[in-house]
């Protein structure tokens, strides 16, 4: 959906946990699901991506799961290290439309405590 | 992953001058390009897509004549902050993607002040 608001959801974990990070969407035709990771002055790094024709997907420690029934995202980051403290982000889009511009949520801030 | 360069990343200026900021494709060819701006511990606001060798298409509420955008070739775009005033201090982050691909990839973003 739309970012607004001024305060980030913060999620605190400890090295060597599994995060869960959440994200709900809106927009129920949406079929392109993407996260990026934010860290503090710098542009959104890709994550890894997911199709409307998936429920999940594996990446490098990371799991992105879909679940179209109500809506909602989730990025599952295995033994998380400190250098995975920054703001992540969900994203979706339509495919096909000609709009290729991305809505994004409001982000997450993970802290990972050593 | 692509590779996406902008510059500079940071710039200040005084109040009334214009700023060009420019994004790069490095390794691939981008079709499309997005400009986005971001306020601290906010989410990113698309201002405006641009495809190579049309218009911009400015998203509701930004002003095209402040934020001039160029997307003259297949590697590069510009966004121009024509008659900068302090509020148009923020953080702003350019994206590109390929012709085949869905994925956006980010530049490191160039944060304004405007003094």
């Known amino acids: 959906g739309e970012s607004v608001g001024l305060h980030l959801p913060t999620l605190s974990v400890q090295e060597g946990d599994n995060s869960i990070i959440n994200c709900a969407y809106s927009?129920?035709?949406?079929?392109?699901f993407i996260w990026y990771k934010q860290e503090s002055g710098k542009g959104p790094q890709f994550i890894i991506d997911?199709?409307?024709?998936?429920d999940k997907r594996q990446g490098q420690r990371v799991t992105v799961l879909l679940n179209k029934t109500v809506k909602h995202l989730s990025l599952q980051i295995a033994a998380t290290q400190p250098g995975d403290s920054a703001v992540y982000f969900c994203?979706?889009?339509?495919?096909?439309?000609?709009?290729?511009?991305?809505?994004f949520g409001s982000g997450t801030r993970l802290q990972v405590q050593p | 992953g692509a590779v996406v360069s902008q510059h500079p990343s940071w710039v200040i200026c005084k109040s009334g001058t214009s700023v060009k900021i420019e994004c790069r494709s490095l390794d691939f060819q981008a079709t499309t390009m997005f400009w986005y701006r971001q306020f601290p511990k906010q989410s990113l606001m698309l201002m405006a897509t641009s495809n190579e060798g049309s218009k911009a298409t400015y998203e509701q509420g930004v002003e095209k004549d402040k934020f001039l955008i160029n997307h003259a070739s297949l590697t590069l775009s510009t966004l121009t902050v024509t008659s900068a005033h302090p509020e148009d201090s923020s953080f702003y982050i350019c994206?590109?993607?390929?012709?085949?691909?869905?994925?956006?990839?980010f530049g490191a973003g160039t944060r304004l002040s405007v003094l």
């Open positions: 997911i199709r409307s024709n998936m």
């Open positions: 994203a979706e889009n339509i495919l096909g439309t000609g709009r290729r511009a991305l809505t």
């Open positions: 927009n129920s035709a949406s079929d392109y």
């Open positions: 994206s590109a993607i390929g012709d085949r691909e869905d994925i956006q990839y």
